[in-house]
């Protein structure tokens, strides 16, 4: 098998490419600009490559970031937005970032939270989307993290994020209140949570 040929046939399994990973996989990084060249790779950010005229789905910014960022995690609006748990749709990813971290640099509108601890490593899922590996927070972790930033997206929006986790039966209560608990917001959900009942 060809070089160009391993190369293209690892992009369509990565979905996305960086030419780190043609030298992860003992593959000069030249074939990704000769393939560039050729029309059979597109680029989408400085460093980002897919294949060319492949559509990928509404999360392709979220897979800039996530190759891009491997350790950030997505928060808020774009966590929502993922879980289909609101009716936002934000015109940033938001993600969650370690307070000390530097901020993803790349061409994609991103809202940077900063967090520490367990509120940055608690209910972290690790997904896949069109062979990306991402970082999501689980839908409880989102909806104590709605409350506890609400000030930035919205206490309508923190609301919604809890109908849609009770209603659509997204996780149980314990495990909301263990996130709450982290977020220290399990005052400021309660009554909310107990009207909805």
Not at 61 to 73: C, E, Q, W
Not at 80 to 109: C, G
Not at 130 to 140: E, K
Not at 172 to 191: C, G, H, Y
């Amino acid at each position: 098998m060809s070089k160009m040929k391993k190369v293209l046939e690892l992009v369509e399994e990565k979905g996305i490419i960086r030419p780190k990973d043609l030298q992860e996989e003992g593959l000069p990084k030249k074939y990704i600009y000769r393939l560039y060249d050729q029309g059979k790779l597109e680029k989408i950010d400085r460093g980002l490559y897919k294949l060319a005229g492949k559509s990928f789905s509404e999360n392709e910014m979220m897979l800039s970031v996530a190759r891009k960022s491997p350790d950030a995690a997505f928060c808020l609006l774009t966590a929502l937005r993922f879980y289909e748990m609101t009716t936002q749709n934000p015109h940033q990813i938001w993600v969650a970032i370690h307070h000390k971290d530097k901020e993803p640099s790349i061409n994609v509108p991103l809202k940077v939270v900063r967090m520490t601890g367990k509120s940055l490593k608690g209910g972290i899922e690790k997904r896949e989307v069109d062979n990306v590996p991402i970082r999501v927070f689980n839908p409880a972790k989102t909806v104590a993290d709605c409350f506890k930033f609400r000030n930035k997206i919205g206490l309508e929006v923190a609301l919604e994020a809890l109908r849609e986790y009770k209603s659509k039966d997204m996780g149980t209560m314990s495990e909301l209140w263990e996130f709450a608990k982290v977020d220290r917001v399990q005052n400021v959900i309660q009554p909310y949570a107990e009207s909805m009942q």
